[in-house]
């Protein structure tokens, strides 16, 4: 087994990582390792009795100089019009005394007619299944035993569009797509350093699915992407359909509702990533990249803070941290004053909250629950409604219901305010899994607080802060550079610095090169 494996990894010097890995899977998982035979007709049957049933799969037959040649493919995968006028009307061109009988003729023919292809020659039986299922149109012919796969994969996919999840008002405005080759020239357009490095996996037993590893290979610690590198190999699903269902096997733990890695679909933020000495991971079909290790602080930051002039990028950073902090403890500080403390609130705004409420018929705890609950049912309506809807009923649901509450003494409105301004301040953080975080915890501290008040809310804000400082991102402490405090990083937390005093990468990746401009200069 190895010395076929030795074989199939020196035969074509062109084949990527990730297809020597995905032929190494296919023989650990029994599949046949038969020679393609110099028989035609052997290679058809065994072709179609692989592929029987399936409507999509098509077998041609032609002449191709004195021989008899057979192509095969799937429909749905393959751009029709190259193989007819790429493969199909070539080969007719063929001279009619050309007779191939070795594989070094073939060779010869692959370099003659199709040289401009990505194009593989194939000797066993699995590679054909593979390469027909990749969108490659196989040709056998007759007396050769071996088959010439050439890519005619469609190329049918979402146009570059403006990213709709993590807008910003001055900055580039495209984001990636679902085609994973886009989205590489998408990070190289703007990262155009040789040291730019790309890797590539196969992960998902049955779906196969390509993922691709970058760094920067002078910048990125080595031992951190070679445990990124082990992790991803390691992975044992049976599919993977986005980049979710990979951030979630390779995080630290799971035992937490804090993102341990970075999602994004804007390639200046990852270009900047890589640029700080991270590593990502791109997975085909998902138009959203991970980036590692990640920190508690990345996520109050946006890329358009370093587009716009410090001050008013160190206001606006200033303003999500106020608004995390409001959404997390806003509606336990409620329950807290009103129902425990009540010398902490001042007198008449102690007797507006109490009339305000003298016709509820619930607790604190229990009217503040039943809008939270009630705007979380409308939040998850207008994102699973159709579009054209979907903020129109949201909008419109909010404000009818919350209305008709108020006038039927179901609440106060003093409570509208304070829901409606967690809300608001939830929307603020500028990923959505880290605003999802803040949504979950936010109820533990209202549960907690209504039990003992404002000391509840406390003892949760420190397990919280405990949680946070033991938690590690690819073996960077989590809650860096604040915990342990790291002096050197502390000019892009909760402020950010002009650009002439943050010239230097985060201590914490522990990358090869600290200083950003010595890193540029080495390069040129």
Same mark, same amino acid.
């Given at each position: 087994? *190895? !010395?076929?494996?030795? +074989?199939?990894?020196?035969?074509?010097?062109?084949?990527?990582?990730?297809?020597?890995?995905?032929?190494?899977?296919?023989?650990?998982?029994?599949?046949?390792?038969?020679?393609?035979?110099?028989? +035609?007709?052997?290679? /058809?049957?065994?072709?179609?009795?692989?592929?029987?049933?399936?409507?999509?799969?098509?077998?041609?037959?032609?002449?191709? =100089?004195?021989?008899?040649?057979?192509?095969?493919?799937?429909?749905?995968?393959?751009?029709?019009?190259?193989?007819?006028?790429?493969?199909?009307?070539?080969?007719?061109?063929?001279?009619?005394?050309?007779?191939?009988?070795?594989? =070094?003729?073939?060779?010869?023919?692959?370099?003659?007619?199709?040289?401009?292809?990505?194009?593989?020659? #194939?000797?066993?039986?699995?590679? @054909?299944?593979?390469?027909?299922?990749?969108?490659?149109?196989?040709?056998?012919?007759?007396?050769?035993?071996?088959?010439?796969? !050439?890519? @005619?994969?469609?190329?049918?996919?979402?146009?570059?569009?403006?990213?709709?999840?993590?807008?910003?008002?001055?900055?580039?405005?495209?984001?990636?797509?679902? *085609?994973?080759?886009?989205?590489?020239?998408?990070?190289?357009?703007?990262?155009?350093?040789?040291?730019?490095?790309?890797?590539?996996?196969?992960?998902?037993?049955?779906?196969?699915?390509?993922?691709?590893?970058?760094?920067?290979?002078?910048?990125?610690?080595?031992?951190?992407?070679?445990?990124?590198?082990?992790?991803?190999?390691?992975?044992?699903?049976?599919?993977?359909?986005?980049?979710?269902?990979?951030?979630?096997?390779?995080?630290?733990?799971?035992?937490?509702? &804090?993102?341990?890695?970075?999602?994004?679909?804007?390639?200046?933020?990852? *270009?900047?990533?890589?640029?700080?000495?991270?590593?990502?991971?791109?997975?085909?079909?998902?138009?959203?990249? $991970?980036?590692?290790?990640?920190?508690?602080?990345?996520?109050?930051?946006?890329?358009?803070?370093?587009?716009? /002039?410090?001050?008013?990028?160190?206001?606006?950073?200033?303003?999500?941290?106020?608004?995390?902090? +409001?959404?997390?403890?806003?509606?336990?500080?409620?329950?807290?004053?009103?129902?425990?403390?009540?010398?902490?609130?001042?007198?008449?705004? +102690?007797?507006?909250?109490?009339?305000?409420?003298?016709?509820?018929?619930?607790?604190?705890?229990?009217?503040?629950?039943?809008?939270? $609950?009630?705007?979380?049912?409308?939040?998850?309506?207008?994102?699973?409604?159709?579009?054209?809807?979907?903020?129109?009923?949201?909008?419109?649901?909010?404000?009818?219901? =919350?209305?008709?509450?108020?006038?039927?003494?179901?609440?106060?409105?003093?409570?509208?305010?304070?829901?409606?301004?967690?809300?608001?301040?939830?929307?603020?953080?500028?990923?959505?899994? &880290?605003?999802?975080?803040?949504?979950?915890?936010?109820?533990?501290?209202?549960?907690?607080?209504?039990?003992?008040?404002?000391?509840?809310?406390?003892?949760?804000?420190?397990?919280?802060?405990?949680?946070?400082?033991?938690?590690?991102?690819?073996?960077?402490?989590?809650?860096?550079?604040?915990?342990?405090? #790291?002096?050197?990083?502390?000019?892009?937390?909760?402020?950010?610095?002009?650009?002439?005093?943050?010239?230097?990468?985060?201590?914490?990746? /522990?990358?090869?090169?600290?200083?950003?401009?010595?890193?540029?200069?080495?390069?040129?």
């Amino acid at each position: 087994m *190895s !010395i076929y494996r030795k +074989l199939v990894k020196s035969r074509i010097k062109t084949r990527s990582k990730s297809q020597v890995q995905t032929l190494d899977e296919l023989l650990e998982r029994g599949h046949s390792q038969r020679v393609i035979s110099k028989y +035609l007709k052997l290679n /058809k049957n065994q072709v179609q009795s692989v592929f029987e049933g399936n409507f999509d799969f098509l077998m041609e037959e032609m002449k191709v =100089g004195q021989q008899v040649a057979a192509i095969v493919y799937l429909r749905t995968m393959v751009d029709l019009n190259m193989v007819a006028k790429q493969i199909t009307e070539t080969l007719a061109e063929i001279e009619d005394e050309m007779v191939l009988e070795t594989r =070094g003729q073939l060779d010869q023919l692959y370099k003659k007619y199709f040289s401009s292809h990505e194009c593989y020659l #194939i000797e066993h039986e699995h590679e @054909v299944v593979w390469y027909v299922l990749l969108g490659y149109a196989v040709i056998f012919l007759e007396g050769l035993p071996c088959a010439l796969a !050439i890519n @005619v994969v469609t190329t049918q996919e979402r146009d570059i569009s403006i990213s709709e999840t993590q807008t910003i008002v001055r900055g580039p405005q495209h984001s990636f797509t679902e *085609s994973i080759n886009t989205n590489v020239s998408l990070i190289r357009r703007t990262v155009k350093n040789p040291s730019l490095k790309f890797e590539s996996f196969t992960v998902g037993t049955e779906t196969k699915t390509t993922v691709y590893l970058g760094y920067i290979k002078n910048i990125a610690n080595s031992d951190l992407v070679n445990e990124a590198r082990r992790r991803v190999a390691e992975t044992n699903i049976n599919a993977i359909y986005d980049s979710g269902n990979l951030e979630e096997i390779i995080s630290d733990t799971t035992l937490t509702p &804090f993102p341990l890695t970075y999602h994004t679909d804007r390639p200046d933020t990852i *270009s900047s990533h890589l640029i700080d000495g991270k590593f990502i991971l791109l997975v085909d079909g998902s138009p959203y990249v $991970i980036s590692a290790p990640v920190v508690f602080v990345d996520f109050f930051q946006v890329s358009e803070d370093y587009y716009q /002039k410090y001050m008013m990028s160190s206001f606006i950073r200033l303003i999500r941290y106020i608004s995390f902090f +409001l959404a997390l403890c806003l509606p336990a500080i409620y329950i807290a004053l009103t129902t425990f403390h009540h010398g902490l609130i001042p007198t008449d705004l +102690l007797i507006s909250i109490q009339a305000q409420r003298e016709g509820v018929p619930f607790p604190a705890v229990l009217e503040l629950l039943l809008m939270e $609950i009630t705007f979380e049912i409308l939040r998850e309506a207008g994102v699973r409604m159709p579009r054209v809807v979907g903020q129109t009923v949201s909008i419109v649901g909010a404000l009818v219901i =919350g209305q008709a509450a108020v006038e039927a003494g179901v609440v106060s409105n003093f409570l509208v305010i304070i829901v409606a301004l967690t809300a608001m301040a939830g929307f603020v953080s500028p990923i959505y899994s &880290f605003a999802n975080t803040v949504r979950l915890l936010r109820f533990g501290l209202i549960f907690i607080t209504a039990a003992l008040g404002m000391f509840g809310t406390l003892v949760g804000l420190l397990a919280i802060l405990l949680h946070l400082i033991s938690l590690r991102s690819f073996g960077v402490p989590y809650f860096a550079p604040l915990g342990p405090f #790291i002096i050197e990083d502390q000019k892009d937390v909760f402020v950010r610095f002009p650009f002439q005093k943050t010239n230097s990468r985060p201590t914490y990746l /522990k990358t090869s090169s600290v200083n950003k401009s010595s890193s540029k200069e080495s390069e040129g």
